[in-house]
Structure formats: structure tokens, C-alpha cells
């Protein structure tokens, strides 16, 4: 005959095996949930500018100039991207001659935006200062005055003076959107 304790170990098993039995083959249920946030973009901005003088020689393209000549012209400064910008400018010569070396009475240079001045000076030095924020589509005019000083003397004879101005764009800061 077996003790009651046995009977009792027997039975609490055939519980638990019982148990066991019922979650593997039976049916189990809990409650679940999802949201989503689809397709989402990011994108960045095209930083793009032209100028309406961009082929060889355009901006200026003068010769037989003589001591105290002078030629105005002017560019027209387009943002062609699509966010805001600031640009600013500079001079870099192809080969350089007396009427680049010479600060005092080589090619000098004066840059307007409307009235304001924004550069006077030798070519050379030639930095054009940051502009306001131009737009998307929007424009910017500047007037170059060119001259060749009237104290130039006879050793600027025959020279030629080949040069690039070039734009810089720079985009304006980043913001919190």
C-alpha cells in the first residue's frame, strides 16, 4: 500500500502535466496594438547661382584703353536654387602683368549695389563684401567701374590683363522646422 504522501506527489504531477497538456494544445489570448508613421521624407535644399555675364568676356572686354579710361558694367546676380543665400565675390588673374601687380596705377575697380559702394580699389584686392539674403528666383544687380589710374605711366603700354571674378554662394543657416 503507498503512503499518502505518494498519493499526493502523484496527483500534484498529474496537475501540472495536465496543466501543461492545456497551454500547448489550447488556446492562448492577449490583446496587441501598432500605429506607424509611413512614408516619411527627407529632402535637402539645391544652393545654385548664375550671373547673366557667365561666357568669356562678357563683363568687360576692352583694349586701346588709355591712362584715366574707365568702363561701367553690370552683372545681375541669380539665385537659382531653391532656399535662400548670401554671396560675396573676388578677382583671380590668369597670368599676371603690371596692370595686376601695380596697387597704385594698375587696373583699379569700384563695385555698387544701387548707391552703396561696396568696394574701392585695385583689382587685385578685389572683395566684394556678403550681400543681403537673396531669395529663391529673386536677383541682385552690381556696377563694376573699371579704370586704368591717369598716373599710369608709359611701362603700361601693350599690356593685357586677363581675369575671372567669381560668386560665392553660402546658404543661410540652418533653422528649427
Request: net charge neutral; aromatic share 6%; proline share 4%.
Amino acid at each position: 500500500m503507498r503512503s499518502r504522501s505518494t498519493v499526493d506527489a502523484f496527483a500534484v504531477a498529474a496537475l501540472g502535466l495536465l496543466a501543461l497538456a492545456s497551454m500547448a494544445g489550447g488556446t492562448n489570448a492577449s490583446f496587441t496594438a501598432t500605429t506607424v508613421n509611413p512614408n516619411n521624407l527627407f529632402a535637402t535644399a539645391t544652393l545654385s547661382l548664375s550671373n547673366d555675364k557667365a561666357a568669356d568676356g562678357s563683363l568687360v572686354s576692352l583694349s586701346n584703353m588709355v591712362p584715366g579710361d574707365t568702363a561701367s558694367r553690370t552683372v545681375i546676380i541669380t539665385n537659382t536654387g531653391n532656399v535662400g543665400f548670401t554671396y560675396s565675390g573676388s578677382a583671380a588673374p590668369l597670368s599676371s602683368t603690371l596692370l595686376w601687380t601695380d596697387l597704385t596705377n594698375g587696373l583699379q575697380v569700384t563695385v555698387k549695389r544701387g548707391v552703396n559702394v561696396l568696394y574701392t580699389g585695385a583689382l587685385k584686392n578685389l572683395a566684394i563684401p556678403a550681400s543681403p539674403t537673396i531669395a529663391p528666383a529673386a536677383t541682385d544687380t552690381l556696377t563694376f567701374v573699371f579704370s586704368l589710374p591717369a598716373t599710369a605711366d608709359n611701362s603700361f603700354q601693350g599690356l593685357t590683363q586677363t581675369f575671372t571674378i567669381t560668386y560665392t554662394a553660402t546658404q543661410l543657416a540652418g533653422t528649427a522646422r
